[in-house]
């Protein structure tokens, strides 16, 4: 069941949106969307499925934006220090990579990958433990202020692995992938429920449209694919 149609403008207005904007990305005229938030025409079941599902996605999008990601503290080593402390931190901390820093300042990158890829190379661990930061290290993490925006963040998580937060210039904490999917593990969990009480919902539809004279014991066990 949807919301009131009322809903349309309040919805509109509170996402900061013209009517213009909304009926295009919901695929629908302008003068649609005026005339149901007008009261004035009644819409096809589809078309007015569509804006609220529009609406909704927006909504949804809007709330990530206004988390905080909270960063971990930031666990680095020196770029003379060698493979086999990296490895040992790696293991401590459950982390597939690894900031250099030279000092306090951030100059490079390690992680599981850049391990492997020595391994591949030929070397053999013991030669690999002994080899200093500084000669296997990749890019340095990108570094953001404590107040960037989640868009930015994950624009970056894109690219890179990690993300630096830096206070004054200074690394202060680490945000990961895996950091952002926490953050957005609610809204993933909430559609995957709505996908499949969708598909549960079109199934019974079906199995009364094909089998309209079918005992209801029989349609139960359909249904549940029995």
Not at 32 to 46: C, M, N, P, Q, V
Not at 168 to 194: C, F, H, N, W
């Amino acid at each position: 069941m949807f919301p009131a149609l009322e809903d349309i403008a309040k919805k509109r207005r509170q996402l900061g949106l013209k009517q213009a904007e909304l009926a295009k990305i919901a695929g629908v005229s302008q003068s649609l969307i005026a005339k149901l938030e007008a009261g004035t025409f009644d819409s096809s079941y589809t078309k007015v499925k569509t804006i609220f599902d529009v609406l909704g996605r927006l909504e949804a999008r809007v709330k990530i934006q206004e988390r905080k990601v909270v960063p971990n503290k930031v666990i680095s080593v020196q770029k003379d220090e060698p493979v086999s402390k990296i490895v040992k931190l790696m293991k401590d901390h459950g982390y597939s990579q690894i900031p250099v820093f030279k000092g306090n300042q951030s100059v490079g990158s390690i992680s599981e990958k850049t391990i492997l890829r020595q391994i591949l190379d030929g070397k053999d661990l013991a030669q690999i433990y002994k080899l200093r930061a500084k000669e296997i290290m990749e890019e340095a993490y990108p570094k953001v202020g404590e107040d960037a925006p989640l868009s930015l963040i994950s624009s970056l998580l894109q690219t890179y692995q990690a993300v630096l937060v830096a206070k004054k210039g200074d690394a202060v904490g680490i945000i990961t992938k895996a950091d952002l999917l926490r953050i957005l593990q609610p809204e993933v969990s909430i559609y995957m429920y709505k996908s499949v009480l969708s598909l549960l919902k079109s199934k019974w539809l079906l199995a009364v449209k094909l089998q309209a004279n079918t005992p209801c014991q029989s349609l139960g066990h359909w249904l549940h694919g029995s």
